[in-house]
Protein backbone atom coordinates (compact mmCIF):
# COMPACT_ATOMS: atom_id res chain seq x y z
CA UNK A 1 0.00 0.00 0.00
CA UNK A 2 1.44 3.20 -0.92
CA UNK A 3 1.51 6.45 0.73
CA UNK A 4 -1.88 7.93 -1.45
CA UNK A 5 -3.45 4.64 -0.99
CA UNK A 6 -3.30 5.07 3.09
CA UNK A 7 -4.29 9.00 2.97
CA UNK A 8 -7.21 7.65 0.76
CA UNK A 9 -8.33 5.36 3.48
CA UNK A 10 -7.57 7.64 6.39
CA UNK A 11 -9.55 10.43 4.33
CA UNK A 12 -12.59 7.57 3.96
CA UNK A 13 -12.72 6.72 7.20
CA UNK A 14 -12.86 10.44 8.20
CA UNK A 15 -15.57 11.32 5.88
CA UNK A 16 -17.77 8.18 7.73
CA UNK A 17 -16.90 9.25 11.45
CA UNK A 18 -18.25 12.88 10.52
CA UNK A 19 -21.06 11.43 8.86
CA UNK A 20 -21.90 9.57 11.81
CA UNK A 21 -21.49 12.90 13.34
CA UNK A 22 -23.77 14.06 11.58
CA UNK A 23 -26.36 12.21 11.74
CA UNK A 24 -26.44 11.99 15.71
CA UNK A 25 -26.25 15.67 15.78
CA UNK A 26 -29.33 15.90 13.23
CA UNK A 27 -31.37 13.48 15.09
CA UNK A 28 -30.59 15.46 18.58
CA UNK A 29 -31.80 18.89 17.07
CA UNK A 30 -34.78 16.91 16.21
CA UNK A 31 -35.31 15.63 18.85
CA UNK A 32 -34.95 19.08 20.79
CA UNK A 33 -37.09 20.37 18.12
CA UNK A 34 -40.16 18.05 19.09
CA UNK A 35 -40.04 18.90 22.54
CA UNK A 36 -40.07 22.84 21.73
CA UNK A 37 -43.02 22.21 19.70
CA UNK A 38 -44.24 20.26 22.98
CA UNK A 39 -43.45 22.70 25.30
CA UNK A 40 -45.27 25.37 23.33
CA UNK A 41 -48.51 23.44 22.70
CA UNK A 42 -48.38 22.50 26.14
CA UNK A 43 -48.43 26.25 27.07
CA UNK A 44 -50.84 27.43 24.31
CA UNK A 45 -53.13 24.74 26.01
CA UNK A 46 -52.42 26.00 29.46
CA UNK A 47 -53.03 29.52 28.33
CA UNK A 48 -56.75 28.38 27.11
CA UNK A 49 -57.68 26.89 30.45
CA UNK A 50 -56.64 30.04 32.17
CA UNK A 51 -59.15 32.13 29.64
CA UNK A 52 -61.62 30.06 30.68
CA UNK A 53 -61.18 30.09 34.17
CA UNK A 54 -61.46 33.89 33.81
CA UNK A 55 -65.15 33.28 32.12
CA UNK A 56 -65.72 30.95 35.07
CA UNK A 57 -65.51 34.59 37.35
CA UNK A 58 -67.49 36.42 34.52
CA UNK A 59 -70.57 33.59 34.63
CA UNK A 60 -70.00 33.16 38.52
CA UNK A 61 -71.50 36.97 38.75
CA UNK A 62 -74.67 36.21 36.53
CA UNK A 63 -77.65 36.88 38.12
CA UNK A 64 -79.52 33.93 39.54
CA UNK A 65 -83.20 35.25 39.87
CA UNK A 66 -84.76 37.98 38.56
CA UNK A 67 -84.76 39.75 41.70
CA UNK A 68 -80.79 39.32 41.55
CA UNK A 69 -80.37 41.77 38.17
CA UNK A 70 -81.00 44.74 39.88
CA UNK A 71 -77.04 45.66 40.40
CA UNK A 72 -75.41 43.39 38.20
CA UNK A 73 -74.33 43.57 34.76
CA UNK A 74 -75.00 40.87 32.57
CA UNK A 75 -75.08 43.18 29.63
CA UNK A 76 -71.02 43.58 30.19
CA UNK A 77 -70.62 39.90 31.80
CA UNK A 78 -72.34 38.02 29.06
CA UNK A 79 -70.22 39.80 26.40
CA UNK A 80 -66.86 39.32 28.66
CA UNK A 81 -67.71 35.62 28.71
CA UNK A 82 -68.24 35.42 24.30
CA UNK A 83 -65.13 36.90 23.92
CA UNK A 84 -62.96 34.15 25.95
CA UNK A 85 -65.21 31.46 24.24
CA UNK A 86 -64.55 32.75 20.87
CA UNK A 87 -60.83 33.29 21.83
CA UNK A 88 -60.22 29.79 22.99
CA UNK A 89 -62.71 28.00 20.64
CA UNK A 90 -59.92 29.97 17.63
CA UNK A 91 -57.26 29.14 19.11
CA UNK A 92 -58.68 25.08 19.09
CA UNK A 93 -57.70 22.60 16.15
CA UNK A 94 -61.35 20.98 15.30
CA UNK A 95 -60.04 17.55 15.04
CA UNK A 96 -56.33 18.07 17.57
CA UNK A 97 -56.18 16.87 20.76
CA UNK A 98 -58.37 19.18 22.16
CA UNK A 99 -61.40 18.39 20.33
CA UNK A 100 -63.49 17.81 23.12
CA UNK A 101 -63.19 20.74 24.94
CA UNK A 102 -64.10 22.20 21.82
CA UNK A 103 -67.43 20.41 21.72
CA UNK A 104 -67.61 21.49 25.37
CA UNK A 105 -67.85 25.55 24.61
CA UNK A 106 -70.22 25.16 21.69
CA UNK A 107 -72.47 23.54 24.17
CA UNK A 108 -71.96 26.47 26.39
CA UNK A 109 -71.88 28.81 24.11
CA UNK A 110 -75.33 27.80 23.00
CA UNK A 111 -76.39 27.50 26.60
CA UNK A 112 -75.50 31.53 27.07
CA UNK A 113 -77.30 32.29 23.85
CA UNK A 114 -80.49 30.63 25.96
CA UNK A 115 -79.86 32.45 29.06
CA UNK A 116 -79.15 35.76 27.46
CA UNK A 117 -82.83 35.31 25.80
CA UNK A 118 -83.74 34.80 29.32
CA UNK A 119 -82.60 38.07 30.52
CA UNK A 120 -83.74 39.73 27.37
CA UNK A 121 -87.25 38.75 28.43
CA UNK A 122 -87.44 40.10 31.76
CA UNK A 123 -86.50 44.13 30.61
CA UNK A 124 -86.50 46.75 32.69
CA UNK A 125 -89.54 47.27 34.91
CA UNK A 126 -91.69 45.34 36.70
CA UNK A 127 -90.07 41.49 36.73
CA UNK A 128 -91.48 39.51 34.70
CA UNK A 129 -90.40 36.15 33.87
CA UNK A 130 -87.86 33.77 34.68
CA UNK A 131 -84.45 33.31 34.22
CA UNK A 132 -83.33 30.23 32.84
CA UNK A 133 -81.21 29.31 35.70
CA UNK A 134 -80.60 25.57 34.04
CA UNK A 135 -78.85 27.21 30.98
CA UNK A 136 -76.71 29.22 33.12
CA UNK A 137 -75.99 26.40 35.49
CA UNK A 138 -75.26 24.22 31.60
CA UNK A 139 -72.59 26.65 30.97
CA UNK A 140 -70.74 26.26 33.95
CA UNK A 141 -70.54 22.34 33.53
CA UNK A 142 -69.54 22.79 30.13
CA UNK A 143 -66.85 25.61 30.89
CA UNK A 144 -65.32 23.27 34.07
CA UNK A 145 -65.27 20.31 31.51
CA UNK A 146 -63.56 22.43 28.90
CA UNK A 147 -61.03 23.17 31.31
CA UNK A 148 -60.39 19.99 32.64
CA UNK A 149 -60.23 18.42 29.11
CA UNK A 150 -58.03 21.26 28.21
CA UNK A 151 -55.37 20.58 31.55
CA UNK A 152 -55.65 16.70 30.67
CA UNK A 153 -54.38 16.99 27.09
CA UNK A 154 -51.74 19.27 28.09
CA UNK A 155 -50.63 16.93 30.81
CA UNK A 156 -50.79 13.86 28.30
CA UNK A 157 -48.20 15.66 25.86
CA UNK A 158 -45.09 14.58 26.41
CA UNK A 159 -42.11 17.05 26.77
Do not use: W
Amino acid sequence: MTASDAISVVGAVVTIVCTLISIHQARAAKRYGDALKAAKTRIGLLTLAERLRAAQDAIAQLPQAPSALRGSRPDVNIPRIRVEFDRTLGSLERNGPAATARGFLEQAQANLDRYEDSVRMIGPGPVMGSLDVVAMRSVRTAVQDAIAEIVEVAERIDP
